[in-house]
């Protein structure tokens, strides 16, 4: 029986976004088994907690019966090789993204020579979203529900309450 293919979609995803969820769709028709690994973002100011946005990653794919999501904090190689993994899949939205990716994917190829970076644009509706811009909008007030789903949304809604920014 051939080995099934385990590939770990790794980020902060603070929040996730409708291009996340696009992009985890495209991994799936590729790859037996997806991981959503949820960083810690120790280098990152993140407005959610570790557990808070696995939570909200959990909702987001709840209905890809072979996505998991999982918190970790390290290293994204050592998260990687312990899951078995032979794929880590990385999104690309603009070409602005690809220098810092290309650099980031000849790092871990020297760190995991065995594992490929595969890299997936999301559709075009989506390719200009990213987890900062839609904080930003979120705080000033501003409408979300065209980049995340409405799970999401909710979530940023009662976050940026609890912050006392509404």
């Known amino acids: 029986m051939p080995q099934k293919i385990i590939a770990v979609y790794p980020g902060t ?3 996730m976004t ?5 992009v985890i769709r495209r991994a799936c028709q590729l790859f037996d088994s997806v991981i959503v690994a949820v960083a810690s973002g120790h280098h990152k100011k ?16 709840k209905s890809l019966p072979h996505v998991q999501v999982e918190g ?19 999104g690309l939205r ?10 980031l994917a000849g790092m871990n190829r020297s760190l995991m020579p065995e594992v490929e970076t595969v890299f997936l644009t999301p559709s075009d509706k989506y390719q200009f979203i990213s987890s900062t811009f839609v904080r930003e909008i979120a705080v000033l007030g ?25």
């Open 18 to 22: 409708l291009g996340h969820e696009d």
């Open 142 to 166: 501003g409408e979300i529900d065209k980049f995340v789903s409405p799970i999401i949304q909710q979530r940023m809604i009662e976050k940026v309450r609890s912050l006392g920014r509404d």
């Open 94 to 103: 603009a070409v602005t993204d690809f220098d810092y990716e290309f650099q």
């Open 46 to 61: 993140a407005m959610f907690t570790l557990q808070e946005r696995v939570d909200m990653a959990r909702d987001a794919v």
């Open 13 to 15: 995803f603070d929040p």
């Open 72 to 90: 970790f904090s390290g290293l994204v190689r050592d998260f990687v090789v312990a899951r078995g993994a032979k794929a880590m899949v990385r």
